[in-house]
């Protein structure tokens, strides 16, 4: 989909069960939204995923462990996409390079950045119209998401994977009076996200306690011969 621009900037998408949130539900280009909480990175990538479009470059930064792989899975493009260390004497100057240049500019949370760093990207950013996607900047975003685990499902009775969970993400900031909230499930490894049904999943808590209360029996009594 095509970045929208109605007048008051340009509008960039977001992930459908999170739409909600967002004033108008999307973001304005050059704006910038701090992730706090569980399912960091798979928020941070959802979200890049839906405003980078079909045309736009994502740059991402201080996620070392993220591979093209990861990020192939998630929905980004590898031919418009550059992973960024961002590390060393000349981190400044390489981030300030990827908030001029690129339409999706994410921080993971390994970068350890000063607060004056980051006033100096959003102010760039906003002159470029690059949305800056941050994990638990040292100071303030536009817009603040904070995510809590409700719960796990995929465990049976006593076995089995936890396959999925259910968040809770509140929202805050600019636009928005006192808060939003909803409930989502990232139903894959991958990270993408779902609506969440009405009903409650089952919690790896709640799974234990059934698993101790109804045992699966694992050998069967052989009736000794006489």
């Known amino acids: 989909m095509e970045p929208a621009d109605d007048g008051l900037g340009t509008r ?38 839906a405003a980078v479009g079909e045309d736009s470059w994502c740059a ?10 990861s990020a192939l899975d998630a929905g980004l493009d590898p031919c418009r996409l550059a992973l960024a260390p961002a590390g060393g004497d000349q981190r400044p100057q390489v981030l300030s390079a990827l908030a001029d240049g690129v339409g999706v500019l994410v921080l993971g949370p390994d970068l350890d950045l000063a607060p004056a760093l980051w ?13 800056v996607l941050a994990a638990t900047p040292p100071g303030r975003a536009d817009l603040t998401l904070r995510a809590t685990t409700q719960g796990w499902a995929g465990l049976g009775t006593g076995s089995g994977r936890l396959r999925r969970r259910r968040l809770e993400i509140t929202a805050d900031g600019r636009g928005i009076a006192g808060h939003r909230t909803t409930d989502v499930l ?31 029996r694992l ?8």
Not at 60 to 69: E, F, S, V, W
Not at 186 to 199: E, H, S, T, Y
């Open 119 to 131: 006033r100096s990207l959003l102010n760039r950013a906003r002159t470029a119209d690059t949305l």
């Open 12 to 49: 960039l998408s977001v992930p459908g069960p999170l739409a909600t949130l967002f004033p108008r539900g999307s973001l304005r280009a050059g704006s910038s939204v701090a992730i706090q909480g569980a399912a960091t990175t798979s928020l941070l990538l959802s979200l890049a995923v």
């Open 186 to 216: 990232l139903p894959q490894v991958r990270g993408m996200i779902a609506d969440a049904p009405q009903g409650r999943e089952v919690t790896q808590s709640s799974a234990r306690s059934l698993a101790s209360t109804e045992p699966v």
């Open 60 to 69: 991402i930064a201080g996620m070392p462990d993220l591979g093209l792989r």
């Open 219 to 226: 050998l069967h009594p052989v009736r000794r011969a006489s």
